[in-house]
């Protein structure tokens, strides 16, 4: 596709609930990053993808966050047993890596969720 | 650990007028330093900069890297109600491909 894509825009659940994001990548990128972005805040790395690779799970703030990326494109981040603090825009990157070199992130629209 | 930080967090001016953001970092192993616009929700690209004393230019929008005092400024001349925005800097440090972003600046231009 022309750009990074994300659904849905908005999401609005009870808290304990379970949630799954979407994030569709540039067509031909091989990285795939996920970032979260609480209110007034700056953006907190969750979780990169790089091709075959095992991903960079680093940023995961607990193991109620998961995330996977199936053939290599589309990826889905999965919160279980949502609270409160999740409540952010989850935004979804993704950039072409040349010689394991892939700094120019293009961010797709992000999703809003909301735990009440 | 790796750390960006952006001043002001916050600038309120006129249009017509020229500011300058301000990013500085502490990195173990810089690869480069990257700043976006934020309007709404999607931050996107404007600069990426690698190399110390090289000026990108984009219309307006200017920025430069000083890799000794490790800080980059974004330089917005003849600002727009448009430039309204939260400007982002970020790095990318060693071997990994992930941004450390910064807190970033909230610009509001007024008429």
């Known amino acids: 596709g022309a750009g990074v894509s994300q659904s849905p825009s908005n999401k609005v659940t009870e808290k304990g609930k379970d949630v799954e994001l979407r994030c569709d990548p540039i067509?031909?990128?091989?990285?795939l990053y996920w970032y979260r972005q609480s209110l007034g805040q700056g953006l907190e790395f969750l979780i990169y993808f790089q091709g075959n690779s095992a991903p960079d799970k680093s940023g995961l703030p607990s193991d109620r966050f998961s995330a996977e990326r199936t053939g290599g494109s589309v990826s889905t981040l999965t919160i279980q047993r949502t609270q409160q603090e999740d409540s952010a825009v989850y935004l979804c990157?993704?950039?072409?890596?040349?010689?394991?070199?892939?700094?120019?992130?293009?961010f797709g629209p992000g999703t809003r969720l909301l735990v009440l | 650990e790796d750390k960006v930080v952006q001043s002001p967090l916050s600038l309120v001016v006129h249009e017509g007028d020229t500011v300058t953001l301000n990013c500085s970092y502490e990195v173990t192993n810089f690869r480069s330093l990257l700043w976006y616009k934020q309007e709404k929700k999607a931050p996107t690209f404007l600069f990426m900069l690698?190399?110390?004393?090289i000026e990108k230019k984009s219309g307006r929008l200017s920025s430069i890297l000083d890799k000794k005092e490790l800080f980059s400024i974004l330089n917005i001349t003849a600002t727009q109600t448009g430039d309204s925005a939260v400007y982002l800097c970020a790095i990318v440090s060693g071997g990994y491909n992930k941004l450390i972003f910064g807190a970033g600046t909230r610009l509001a231009v007024h008429p």
């Open positions: 067509s031909g990128h091989t990285a």
């Open positions: 990157a993704s950039s072409l890596v040349l010689a394991g070199r892939g700094e120019t992130q293009y």
């Open positions: 690698t190399s110390s004393g």
